[in-house]
DNA sequence: GCCGTTGCATTGTGGAACGATCTAAGCTAA
DNA sequence: TTAGCTTAGATCGTTCCACAATGCAACGGC
Protein backbone atom coordinates (compact mmCIF):
# COMPACT_ATOMS: atom_id res chain seq x y z
CA UNK A 1 0.00 0.00 0.00
CA UNK A 2 2.41 2.41 1.05
CA UNK A 3 4.68 1.23 -1.32
CA UNK A 4 2.10 1.57 -4.45
CA UNK A 5 1.79 4.90 -3.47
CA UNK A 6 5.18 5.83 -3.36
CA UNK A 7 5.62 4.17 -6.99
CA UNK A 8 2.71 6.24 -7.92
CA UNK A 9 3.96 9.64 -6.61
CA UNK A 10 7.57 9.11 -8.17
CA UNK A 11 5.64 8.13 -11.89
CA UNK A 12 3.45 10.97 -11.42
CA UNK A 13 5.95 13.98 -9.80
CA UNK A 14 9.67 12.29 -10.78
CA UNK A 15 11.26 14.84 -13.11
CA UNK A 16 11.39 13.05 -16.47
CA UNK A 17 15.15 11.79 -16.56
CA UNK A 18 13.96 9.90 -13.28
CA UNK A 19 10.86 8.64 -14.82
CA UNK A 20 12.98 7.42 -18.37
CA UNK A 21 15.61 5.59 -16.28
CA UNK A 22 13.49 3.91 -14.44
CA UNK A 23 11.90 2.70 -17.89
CA UNK A 24 14.82 1.66 -18.81
CA UNK A 25 16.48 0.15 -15.67
CA UNK A 26 13.42 -2.03 -15.92
CA UNK A 27 13.24 -3.10 -19.55
CA UNK A 28 17.32 -3.88 -18.68
CA UNK A 29 16.92 -5.78 -16.07
CA UNK A 30 13.48 -7.95 -17.45
CA UNK A 31 16.12 -8.61 -20.04
CA UNK A 32 14.13 -7.20 -22.45
CA UNK A 33 17.35 -4.99 -23.81
CA UNK A 34 20.00 -7.50 -23.93
CA UNK A 35 23.51 -6.79 -22.84
CA UNK A 36 25.41 -5.18 -25.45
CA UNK A 37 22.42 -3.23 -27.06
CA UNK A 38 22.50 -0.12 -28.46
CA UNK A 39 20.93 2.72 -26.95
CA UNK A 40 21.28 6.14 -29.25
CA UNK A 41 20.21 8.92 -27.66
CA UNK A 42 18.37 10.55 -30.53
CA UNK A 43 16.23 7.21 -31.21
CA UNK A 44 15.31 7.09 -27.59
CA UNK A 45 14.30 10.68 -27.16
CA UNK A 46 11.86 10.11 -29.91
CA UNK A 47 10.91 7.34 -28.69
CA UNK A 48 10.28 8.57 -25.55
CA UNK A 49 8.88 12.12 -26.28
CA UNK A 50 11.35 14.16 -24.52
CA UNK A 51 14.63 16.17 -25.69
CA UNK A 52 17.62 15.09 -26.31
CA UNK A 53 18.89 16.50 -23.07
CA UNK A 54 16.45 15.06 -20.69
CA UNK A 55 17.20 11.36 -22.33
CA UNK A 56 21.13 11.92 -21.73
CA UNK A 57 20.21 12.43 -18.05
CA UNK A 58 18.75 9.31 -17.84
CA UNK A 59 21.00 7.24 -19.46
CA UNK A 60 23.89 8.99 -17.15
CA UNK A 61 22.15 7.86 -14.22
CA UNK A 62 22.17 4.44 -15.43
CA UNK A 63 25.69 4.84 -16.21
CA UNK A 64 26.39 5.81 -12.56
CA UNK A 65 24.74 2.82 -11.23
CA UNK A 66 26.77 0.43 -13.66
CA UNK A 67 23.73 -0.61 -15.65
CA UNK A 68 25.17 0.83 -19.01
CA UNK A 69 28.49 2.28 -20.14
CA UNK A 70 28.62 4.95 -21.93
CA UNK A 71 31.98 5.98 -23.79
CA UNK A 72 32.69 9.37 -25.13
CA UNK A 73 31.12 10.27 -28.41
CA UNK A 74 30.32 6.71 -28.66
CA UNK A 75 26.57 5.23 -28.10
CA UNK A 76 25.47 3.91 -25.06
CA UNK A 77 25.08 0.41 -24.68
CA UNK A 78 23.68 -2.20 -22.16
CA UNK A 79 27.06 -3.32 -20.24
CA UNK A 80 28.00 -6.73 -20.50
CA UNK A 81 29.44 -8.41 -17.91
CA UNK A 82 33.05 -9.63 -18.68
CA UNK A 83 34.61 -12.44 -16.12
CA UNK A 84 36.53 -9.65 -14.24
CA UNK A 85 32.83 -7.66 -13.44
CA UNK A 86 31.64 -10.78 -11.92
CA UNK A 87 34.66 -11.00 -9.81
CA UNK A 88 34.51 -7.85 -8.83
CA UNK A 89 30.43 -8.22 -7.84
CA UNK A 90 31.10 -11.11 -5.62
CA UNK A 91 34.23 -9.47 -3.78
CA UNK A 92 31.53 -6.77 -2.23
CA UNK A 93 29.06 -9.93 -2.01
CA UNK A 94 31.43 -11.33 0.80
CA UNK A 95 32.70 -8.41 2.16
CA UNK A 96 28.97 -7.23 2.87
CA UNK A 97 27.13 -10.26 3.42
CA UNK A 98 29.69 -11.99 5.42
CA UNK A 99 30.11 -8.73 6.92
CA UNK A 100 27.10 -8.45 8.30
CA UNK A 101 26.18 -11.88 9.44
CA UNK A 102 29.26 -11.40 11.57
CA UNK A 103 27.80 -8.01 12.87
CA UNK A 104 23.92 -9.73 13.10
CA UNK A 105 24.47 -9.68 16.78
CA UNK A 106 23.72 -6.08 16.64
CA UNK A 107 20.98 -5.98 14.32
CA UNK A 108 17.45 -5.36 15.72
CA UNK A 109 14.72 -7.84 15.84
CA UNK A 110 12.91 -6.43 12.35
CA UNK A 111 15.99 -6.88 10.45
CA UNK A 112 15.73 -10.78 11.08
CA UNK A 113 11.81 -10.62 10.48
CA UNK A 114 12.74 -9.00 7.37
CA UNK A 115 14.90 -12.04 6.03
CA UNK A 116 12.48 -14.79 7.39
CA UNK A 117 9.89 -12.76 5.02
CA UNK A 118 11.92 -12.52 1.67
CA UNK A 119 13.35 -15.96 2.55
CA UNK A 120 9.19 -16.81 2.53
CA UNK A 121 9.06 -15.08 -0.26
CA UNK A 122 11.13 -16.67 -2.44
CA UNK A 123 9.83 -20.44 -1.33
CA UNK A 124 6.68 -18.82 -2.78
CA UNK A 125 7.95 -18.00 -5.64
CA UNK A 126 9.17 -21.06 -6.37
CA UNK A 127 5.88 -23.19 -5.33
CA UNK A 128 3.74 -21.41 -7.23
CA UNK A 129 6.02 -21.50 -10.19
CA UNK A 130 6.68 -18.08 -11.06
CA UNK A 131 10.36 -18.97 -12.41
CA UNK A 132 11.04 -15.53 -13.60
CA UNK A 133 10.72 -14.44 -9.86
CA UNK A 134 12.72 -16.72 -8.31
CA UNK A 135 16.29 -15.23 -8.99
CA UNK A 136 14.74 -11.54 -7.84
CA UNK A 137 12.96 -13.12 -4.66
CA UNK A 138 16.72 -14.75 -3.59
CA UNK A 139 18.18 -11.73 -4.42
CA UNK A 140 16.34 -9.85 -2.18
CA UNK A 141 17.11 -11.86 0.79
CA UNK A 142 20.60 -11.06 0.70
CA UNK A 143 19.84 -7.76 0.23
CA UNK A 144 18.39 -8.38 3.46
CA UNK A 145 21.17 -9.97 5.14
CA UNK A 146 23.21 -6.49 4.27
CA UNK A 147 20.21 -4.71 5.55
CA UNK A 148 21.11 -6.05 8.76
CA UNK A 149 23.55 -3.11 8.83
CA UNK A 150 21.10 -0.79 9.19
CA UNK A 151 22.63 1.72 7.04
CA UNK A 152 20.46 3.27 3.82
CA UNK A 153 23.75 3.96 1.88
CA UNK A 154 25.48 0.86 2.42
CA UNK A 155 21.83 -0.90 1.01
CA UNK A 156 21.86 1.56 -2.14
CA UNK A 157 25.11 0.60 -3.11
CA UNK A 158 24.36 -3.07 -2.55
CA UNK A 159 21.36 -2.26 -4.28
CA UNK A 160 23.54 -1.15 -7.52
CA UNK A 161 25.34 -4.19 -7.44
CA UNK A 162 22.82 -6.76 -7.45
CA UNK A 163 21.44 -5.12 -9.75
CA UNK A 164 24.52 -5.69 -12.32
CA UNK A 165 24.15 -8.48 -11.19
CA UNK A 166 21.34 -9.44 -12.61
CA UNK A 167 22.39 -8.58 -16.12
CA UNK A 168 24.03 -11.63 -16.06
CA UNK A 169 20.84 -13.50 -15.14
CA UNK A 170 19.25 -12.23 -17.81
CA UNK A 171 21.02 -13.42 -20.51
CA UNK A 172 20.69 -16.95 -19.01
CA UNK A 173 18.45 -19.65 -20.89
CA UNK A 174 16.59 -20.89 -18.27
CA UNK A 175 16.78 -19.08 -15.56
CA UNK A 176 14.27 -20.49 -13.63
CA UNK A 177 16.31 -24.21 -13.75
CA UNK A 178 19.29 -22.24 -12.49
CA UNK A 179 17.60 -20.09 -9.42
CA UNK A 180 15.53 -22.62 -8.22
CA UNK A 181 18.22 -24.99 -5.95
CA UNK A 182 19.64 -22.38 -4.44
CA UNK A 183 16.37 -21.15 -2.39
CA UNK A 184 16.80 -24.17 0.09
CA UNK A 185 20.44 -22.50 0.73
CA UNK A 186 18.84 -19.58 2.04
CA UNK A 187 16.32 -21.00 3.82
CA UNK A 188 19.59 -23.08 5.81
CA UNK A 189 21.66 -19.40 6.18
CA UNK A 190 18.71 -17.94 7.38
CA UNK A 191 17.93 -20.30 9.83
CA UNK A 192 21.01 -20.00 11.13
CA UNK A 193 21.54 -16.24 11.63
CA UNK A 194 17.99 -16.36 13.05
CA UNK A 195 19.19 -18.50 15.49
CA UNK A 196 22.38 -16.81 16.41
CA UNK A 197 25.19 -19.43 14.72
CA UNK A 198 27.12 -16.64 12.84
CA UNK A 199 29.75 -18.57 12.83
CA UNK A 200 27.90 -21.65 10.69
CA UNK A 201 25.99 -18.63 8.68
CA UNK A 202 28.90 -17.50 7.61
CA UNK A 203 30.90 -20.52 6.71
CA UNK A 204 27.45 -21.45 4.77
CA UNK A 205 27.06 -18.12 3.08
CA UNK A 206 30.87 -18.24 2.06
CA UNK A 207 30.81 -20.89 0.32
CA UNK A 208 27.09 -19.85 -1.03
CA UNK A 209 28.99 -17.22 -2.76
CA UNK A 210 31.71 -19.93 -4.14
CA UNK A 211 29.19 -21.53 -6.01
CA UNK A 212 27.22 -19.34 -7.32
CA UNK A 213 30.32 -16.97 -8.02
CA UNK A 214 31.56 -20.17 -9.97
CA UNK A 215 28.31 -20.71 -12.12
CA UNK A 216 27.64 -17.27 -12.70
CA UNK A 217 31.19 -16.82 -14.31
CA UNK A 218 30.55 -19.86 -16.78
CA UNK A 219 27.63 -18.26 -18.11
CA UNK A 220 29.59 -14.68 -18.69
CA UNK A 221 31.88 -16.83 -20.50
CA UNK A 222 30.09 -18.90 -22.58
CA UNK A 223 28.21 -15.69 -23.33
CA UNK A 224 31.80 -14.23 -24.61
CA UNK A 225 32.40 -17.34 -26.49
CA UNK A 226 29.06 -16.59 -28.39
CA UNK A 227 29.59 -12.65 -28.83
CA UNK A 228 33.13 -12.79 -30.40
CA UNK A 229 31.51 -11.95 -33.73
CA UNK A 230 30.90 -8.49 -33.38
CA UNK A 231 27.50 -7.35 -34.43
CA UNK A 232 27.69 -4.69 -36.56
CA UNK A 233 25.76 -1.64 -37.09
CA UNK A 234 23.22 -0.63 -39.66
CA UNK A 235 24.10 2.16 -42.00
CA UNK A 236 21.54 4.67 -43.33
CA UNK A 237 18.22 4.22 -41.59
CA UNK A 238 17.87 0.74 -41.44
CA UNK A 239 15.41 0.28 -38.55
CA UNK A 240 18.07 -1.48 -35.79
CA UNK A 241 17.08 -4.51 -34.31
CA UNK A 242 17.71 -4.22 -30.57
CA UNK A 243 14.42 -2.39 -28.85
CA UNK B 1 54.42 11.12 -12.69
CA UNK B 2 51.50 8.66 -13.91
CA UNK B 3 49.59 10.34 -11.43
CA UNK B 4 50.60 13.93 -12.83
CA UNK B 5 49.68 12.76 -16.52
CA UNK B 6 46.24 11.25 -15.47
CA UNK B 7 44.86 14.62 -13.68
CA UNK B 8 46.66 16.26 -17.04
CA UNK B 9 44.51 13.82 -18.96
CA UNK B 10 41.40 14.43 -17.47
CA UNK B 11 41.72 17.89 -17.51
CA UNK B 12 42.37 18.44 -21.14
CA UNK B 13 40.09 15.69 -22.49
CA UNK B 14 37.28 14.67 -19.60
CA UNK B 15 33.83 15.54 -20.64
CA UNK B 16 32.54 19.19 -19.18
CA UNK B 17 30.41 18.20 -16.56
CA UNK B 18 33.02 16.11 -15.27
CA UNK B 19 35.80 19.00 -15.16
CA UNK B 20 33.50 21.07 -13.55
CA UNK B 21 32.22 18.62 -11.02
CA UNK B 22 36.09 18.21 -10.39
CA UNK B 23 36.43 21.99 -9.73
CA UNK B 24 33.02 22.21 -7.57
CA UNK B 25 33.88 19.10 -5.64
CA UNK B 26 37.38 20.71 -5.14
CA UNK B 27 36.21 24.40 -3.82
CA UNK B 28 33.77 22.03 -1.39
CA UNK B 29 36.10 19.82 0.02
CA UNK B 30 38.88 22.84 0.62
CA UNK B 31 35.85 24.61 2.35
CA UNK B 32 35.96 27.70 0.15
CA UNK B 33 32.09 27.20 -0.49
CA UNK B 34 30.54 26.32 3.11
CA UNK B 35 27.28 24.18 3.93
CA UNK B 36 24.05 25.88 2.38
CA UNK B 37 26.31 27.86 0.07
CA UNK B 38 23.56 28.13 -2.91
CA UNK B 39 24.85 27.09 -6.31
CA UNK B 40 22.22 28.68 -8.65
CA UNK B 41 23.20 27.27 -11.87
CA UNK B 42 22.20 29.98 -13.97
CA UNK B 43 25.06 32.32 -11.90
CA UNK B 44 27.95 29.29 -12.40
CA UNK B 45 26.98 28.40 -15.84
CA UNK B 46 28.09 32.30 -16.82
CA UNK B 47 31.12 31.76 -14.42
CA UNK B 48 32.33 28.36 -16.01
CA UNK B 49 31.47 29.69 -19.53
CA UNK B 50 29.24 26.43 -20.22
CA UNK B 51 25.58 25.78 -20.62
CA UNK B 52 23.36 25.29 -18.01
CA UNK B 53 22.46 22.07 -19.14
CA UNK B 54 26.28 21.15 -18.79
CA UNK B 55 26.48 22.77 -15.10
CA UNK B 56 23.72 20.93 -14.38
CA UNK B 57 25.50 17.35 -15.17
CA UNK B 58 28.31 18.56 -12.62
CA UNK B 59 25.28 19.78 -10.23
CA UNK B 60 23.96 15.66 -10.31
CA UNK B 61 26.99 14.63 -10.16
CA UNK B 62 27.44 16.16 -7.24
CA UNK B 63 23.98 15.34 -5.86
CA UNK B 64 24.80 11.74 -6.08
CA UNK B 65 28.09 12.14 -4.39
CA UNK B 66 25.81 13.21 -1.51
CA UNK B 67 28.09 16.47 -1.49
CA UNK B 68 25.02 18.97 -2.53
CA UNK B 69 21.47 18.66 -2.19
CA UNK B 70 19.24 19.46 -5.18
CA UNK B 71 15.68 19.82 -4.83
CA UNK B 72 13.19 20.14 -7.46
CA UNK B 73 12.42 23.70 -8.88
CA UNK B 74 15.35 25.42 -5.56
CA UNK B 75 18.89 25.79 -6.00
CA UNK B 76 20.99 23.41 -5.70
CA UNK B 77 23.01 24.20 -1.96
CA UNK B 78 25.97 22.62 -0.38
CA UNK B 79 24.62 19.84 2.54
CA UNK B 80 24.54 20.66 5.68
CA UNK B 81 25.19 17.49 7.33
CA UNK B 82 22.68 16.93 10.04
CA UNK B 83 23.36 14.50 13.30
CA UNK B 84 21.52 11.80 11.51
CA UNK B 85 23.99 12.21 8.46
CA UNK B 86 26.73 11.59 10.84
CA UNK B 87 25.24 8.82 12.41
CA UNK B 88 24.69 7.37 9.04
CA UNK B 89 28.07 8.20 7.87
CA UNK B 90 29.70 5.95 10.91
CA UNK B 91 27.18 3.43 10.45
CA UNK B 92 29.01 2.76 7.13
CA UNK B 93 32.38 3.13 8.52
CA UNK B 94 32.29 0.57 11.46
CA UNK B 95 30.53 -1.45 9.02
CA UNK B 96 33.61 -1.43 6.30
CA UNK B 97 36.19 -0.49 8.18
CA UNK B 98 35.49 -3.44 10.83
CA UNK B 99 34.92 -5.82 8.09
CA UNK B 100 38.02 -4.64 6.47
CA UNK B 101 39.93 -5.38 10.06
CA UNK B 102 38.18 -9.03 10.59
CA UNK B 103 39.21 -9.92 7.13
CA UNK B 104 42.44 -8.06 7.15
CA UNK B 105 43.97 -11.79 7.13
CA UNK B 106 42.97 -12.18 2.98
CA UNK B 107 44.29 -9.26 2.19
CA UNK B 108 47.68 -8.93 -0.10
CA UNK B 109 50.95 -7.47 1.38
CA UNK B 110 50.60 -4.57 -0.93
CA UNK B 111 47.12 -3.23 0.75
CA UNK B 112 49.65 -3.56 4.20
CA UNK B 113 52.00 -1.52 2.62
CA UNK B 114 49.43 0.83 1.84
CA UNK B 115 48.12 0.88 5.25
CA UNK B 116 51.79 2.09 6.30
CA UNK B 117 52.41 4.51 3.62
CA UNK B 118 49.02 6.35 4.24
CA UNK B 119 49.89 6.68 8.39
CA UNK B 120 53.18 7.66 7.37
CA UNK B 121 52.16 10.48 5.27
CA UNK B 122 50.10 11.29 8.40
CA UNK B 123 52.80 11.84 10.65
CA UNK B 124 54.63 13.70 8.59
CA UNK B 125 51.69 16.45 7.86
CA UNK B 126 51.97 17.14 11.52
CA UNK B 127 55.67 16.89 11.86
CA UNK B 128 55.55 19.21 9.08
CA UNK B 129 52.91 21.43 10.03
CA UNK B 130 50.67 21.26 7.21
CA UNK B 131 47.65 21.07 9.31
CA UNK B 132 45.21 21.57 6.46
CA UNK B 133 46.50 18.09 5.12
CA UNK B 134 46.13 16.23 8.67
CA UNK B 135 42.42 15.47 8.29
CA UNK B 136 42.94 14.37 4.40
CA UNK B 137 45.52 12.09 5.08
CA UNK B 138 44.35 10.64 8.25
CA UNK B 139 41.14 9.86 6.19
CA UNK B 140 43.44 8.22 3.67
CA UNK B 141 44.23 5.87 6.28
CA UNK B 142 41.23 4.74 6.62
CA UNK B 143 40.45 4.62 3.06
CA UNK B 144 43.30 2.05 2.70
CA UNK B 145 42.01 -0.09 6.03
CA UNK B 146 38.83 -0.29 3.32
CA UNK B 147 41.17 -0.76 0.74
CA UNK B 148 42.05 -4.18 1.68
CA UNK B 149 38.62 -5.65 0.84
CA UNK B 150 40.90 -5.28 -2.65
CA UNK B 151 37.18 -4.01 -4.34
CA UNK B 152 37.05 -0.92 -6.65
CA UNK B 153 33.40 -0.43 -6.27
CA UNK B 154 33.41 -0.36 -2.28
CA UNK B 155 36.71 1.85 -2.00
CA UNK B 156 34.50 4.41 -4.76
CA UNK B 157 31.57 4.24 -2.77
CA UNK B 158 33.76 4.56 0.94
CA UNK B 159 35.26 7.75 -0.62
CA UNK B 160 32.51 9.18 -1.01
CA UNK B 161 30.82 8.91 2.07
CA UNK B 162 34.37 10.57 3.56
CA UNK B 163 33.83 12.89 1.30
CA UNK B 164 30.36 13.52 3.09
CA UNK B 165 32.12 13.82 6.09
CA UNK B 166 34.57 16.32 5.17
CA UNK B 167 32.10 18.36 4.63
CA UNK B 168 32.05 18.53 8.47
CA UNK B 169 35.48 19.50 8.70
CA UNK B 170 35.09 22.18 6.81
CA UNK B 171 33.15 24.17 8.69
CA UNK B 172 35.81 23.61 11.72
CA UNK B 173 37.21 26.62 13.15
CA UNK B 174 40.16 24.70 14.41
CA UNK B 175 40.41 21.99 12.38
CA UNK B 176 44.30 21.48 12.63
CA UNK B 177 43.97 20.99 16.59
CA UNK B 178 41.09 18.44 15.84
CA UNK B 179 42.83 16.35 13.45
CA UNK B 180 46.04 16.18 15.11
CA UNK B 181 45.36 14.02 18.14
CA UNK B 182 44.06 10.76 15.67
CA UNK B 183 46.64 10.21 14.17
CA UNK B 184 48.73 8.64 16.55
CA UNK B 185 45.27 6.36 17.44
CA UNK B 186 45.68 5.67 13.51
CA UNK B 187 49.24 4.44 13.98
CA UNK B 188 48.56 2.19 16.47
CA UNK B 189 45.79 0.55 14.89
CA UNK B 190 47.88 0.43 12.13
CA UNK B 191 50.46 -1.59 13.77
CA UNK B 192 48.06 -4.02 15.04
CA UNK B 193 46.98 -4.59 11.36
CA UNK B 194 50.22 -5.62 10.30
CA UNK B 195 51.03 -7.58 12.80
CA UNK B 196 47.88 -10.02 12.52
CA UNK B 197 46.22 -8.90 15.84
CA UNK B 198 42.75 -8.83 14.04
CA UNK B 199 40.66 -8.62 17.61
CA UNK B 200 42.87 -5.91 19.36
CA UNK B 201 42.63 -3.63 16.29
CA UNK B 202 38.92 -4.26 15.53
CA UNK B 203 38.80 -2.85 19.35
CA UNK B 204 40.74 -0.05 18.91
CA UNK B 205 39.20 1.12 15.70
CA UNK B 206 35.60 0.49 17.49
CA UNK B 207 36.95 2.98 20.13
CA UNK B 208 38.33 5.11 17.63
CA UNK B 209 35.11 5.21 15.51
CA UNK B 210 32.96 6.01 18.76
CA UNK B 211 35.21 9.09 19.53
CA UNK B 212 35.19 10.40 16.67
CA UNK B 213 31.67 10.61 16.01
CA UNK B 214 30.59 11.90 19.08
CA UNK B 215 33.25 14.92 18.48
CA UNK B 216 31.80 14.72 14.59
CA UNK B 217 28.34 14.90 16.15
CA UNK B 218 29.16 18.18 18.47
CA UNK B 219 30.42 20.14 16.11
CA UNK B 220 27.69 19.42 13.78
CA UNK B 221 24.75 20.21 16.51
CA UNK B 222 26.95 23.24 17.72
CA UNK B 223 26.49 24.21 14.11
CA UNK B 224 22.89 23.52 13.66
CA UNK B 225 22.49 25.93 16.62
CA UNK B 226 23.86 28.92 14.74
CA UNK B 227 22.16 28.53 12.02
CA UNK B 228 18.52 28.75 13.45
CA UNK B 229 18.66 31.88 11.90
CA UNK B 230 18.16 31.45 8.26
CA UNK B 231 19.85 33.27 5.96
CA UNK B 232 17.80 35.27 3.63
CA UNK B 233 18.12 35.69 -0.44
CA UNK B 234 18.43 39.29 -1.75
CA UNK B 235 16.15 39.88 -4.11
CA UNK B 236 17.00 41.66 -7.52
CA UNK B 237 20.33 41.78 -8.56
CA UNK B 238 22.53 41.76 -5.75
CA UNK B 239 25.53 40.32 -5.79
CA UNK B 240 25.61 37.34 -3.49
CA UNK B 241 28.06 36.17 -0.83
CA UNK B 242 28.70 32.87 -1.50
CA UNK B 243 32.06 32.57 -3.23
C1' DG C 1 44.73 -7.80 -49.61
C1' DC C 2 46.24 -3.78 -46.90
C1' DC C 3 46.00 1.10 -45.75
C1' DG C 4 44.70 5.87 -46.03
C1' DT C 5 40.72 8.89 -47.30
C1' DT C 6 36.23 10.47 -47.11
C1' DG C 7 31.40 10.96 -45.84
C1' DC C 8 27.79 10.25 -42.71
C1' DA C 9 25.83 9.18 -38.28
C1' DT C 10 26.10 10.24 -33.63
C1' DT C 11 27.64 12.46 -29.75
C1' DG C 12 29.17 16.83 -26.99
C1' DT C 13 28.12 21.34 -26.13
C1' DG C 14 26.16 25.95 -26.74
C1' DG C 15 22.26 29.21 -26.89
C1' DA C 16 17.57 30.87 -26.59
C1' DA C 17 13.00 30.25 -25.17
C1' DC C 18 8.75 28.98 -22.48
C1' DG C 19 5.92 27.06 -18.88
C1' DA C 20 6.08 25.56 -14.03
C1' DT C 21 7.06 26.57 -9.51
C1' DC C 22 9.03 28.61 -5.62
C1' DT C 23 10.18 32.86 -2.85
C1' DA C 24 9.72 37.25 -1.37
C1' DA C 25 7.77 41.61 -1.48
C1' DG C 26 3.61 44.31 -1.41
C1' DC C 27 -1.10 44.94 -0.51
C1' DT C 28 -5.57 44.37 1.77
C1' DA C 29 -8.42 43.73 5.53
C1' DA C 30 -9.73 42.52 10.25
C1' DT D 1 -0.43 45.97 13.95
C1' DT D 2 -0.54 41.75 11.98
C1' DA D 3 -2.32 37.94 9.55
C1' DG D 4 -3.44 36.39 5.18
C1' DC D 5 -3.86 36.87 0.21
C1' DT D 6 -2.01 38.54 -4.21
C1' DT D 7 1.39 39.37 -7.33
C1' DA D 8 5.83 39.86 -9.50
C1' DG D 9 10.31 38.21 -10.19
C1' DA D 10 13.71 34.80 -10.11
C1' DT D 11 15.03 30.19 -10.85
C1' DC D 12 14.28 25.64 -12.29
C1' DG D 13 12.74 21.86 -15.77
C1' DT D 14 12.41 20.99 -20.34
C1' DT D 15 12.32 21.72 -25.26
C1' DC D 16 14.01 23.02 -29.78
C1' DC D 17 17.63 24.26 -32.80
C1' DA D 18 22.46 24.57 -34.25
C1' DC D 19 27.17 23.30 -34.97
C1' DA D 20 31.68 21.35 -33.96
C1' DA D 21 34.10 17.07 -32.61
C1' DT D 22 34.52 12.43 -33.01
C1' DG D 23 34.03 7.73 -34.56
C1' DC D 24 32.66 4.20 -37.87
C1' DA D 25 32.13 2.13 -42.16
C1' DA D 26 32.35 2.21 -46.96
C1' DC D 27 35.22 3.52 -50.73
C1' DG D 28 39.25 3.76 -53.48
C1' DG D 29 44.41 3.69 -54.32
C1' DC D 30 48.57 0.98 -53.80
Known amino acids: MTEDSEIF????????DERI??????????GHLPPGTQLRDSRLSAEFAVARHTLRGALRRLEHEGLIVYPMHKSAAVKTLTADDVHEIYRVRRALELGAIENSSAAPAEAFEALEATVYAAESAVSQEAWNHVGTASLRFHQAIVGMFGSVSIDQFFSGVLAQLRLAFAVMKDEA???TPWVPRDREICG?????NRAGAAAL???YLDDSERGVVDVVRANEMNQRRPVRRRRANAPEGGQ
Open 192 to 196: LIRSG
Open 9 to 16: DQAASAPA
Open 177 to 179: QWQ
Open 205 to 207: TRQ
Open 21 to 30: ARALRDRILE
